[in-house]
């Protein structure tokens, strides 16, 4: 055998054990589990040890949207177990009708800083953290019950506070800036027939990218 032949079938040998060692990418439109690899990215990012929810109440769930370059990409949610069928139902009418989502990664891609995810324009679901503008109080984000759409061009607003401050360029409600959220607009219509609450109907405040589903309440009921 010669030294070039046994090469090629060393080389070749290496090739087929690294591939068979790869696990296939999870397929779209599903619910998993949280993962070893996951949890290890969540835990001291997006999650604590005083968080009121374990990881095996949550869902790794992987969508298809269509981004700002009108092209398919996939997105990964953490959802609470409860909700994670429901978001993937709502995420394909939004997909359906053609609702432009420029991104969505977990969080912890940003180290689970907001802001940082909010400039960045990233549609984003569990954190563990409080509500915005009310310290002690645990934000539905925290309970993977609540999900931020666009957060950039449809930025929270009380008063003169803007945020991220960047969205103060997208204060204008044209439904003609791709991805605004509007009353008018499919997402706002979407994820209400679901029975979500919008931050475009809290009192005293806008919340434009937000949107919260109280499992609470629809466990006592």
Known sequence: M?????????LSTLMLTT??????????????????GIAKMMIGRSYHSSCPIGLDDLRYVIVLHLGFDDEEHRGT?????????????IFK?????????EKIHLIDRYDANDIESMEDN?????????????????????????I???????????GKVVLPRMGMLYLNPSPDIPGKITKD???????????????????????GHHFEKDIFAEESN
């Open 77 to 89: 949610l953490v959802v609470h177990e409860q909700l994670a069928q429901e978001v993937i139902d």
């Open 122 to 146: 990233n549609t984003s679901a569990f954190c563990y953290r409080e509500r915005v503008g009310k310290p002690g109080e645990i934000s539905m984000h925290s309970y993977g019950a609540a």
């Open 185 to 207: 607009s499919m997402c706002y219509k979407i994820f209400k027939k679901y029975g979500w609450t919008s931050g475009l109907d809290f009192e005293g405040y806008i919340d």
């Open 93 to 101: 009418e939004l997909y359906e009708h053609n609702f432009l989502i």
């Open 2 to 10: 010669s030294i070039k032949y046994t090469y090629a079938l060393v």
């Open 19 to 36: 591939i068979s060692t790869i696990k296939p990418l999870l397929s779209p439109w599903t619910i998993n589990e949280i993962s070893p």
């Open 148 to 158: 931020d759409i666009n957060p950039l061009i449809n930025p929270y607003v009380k």
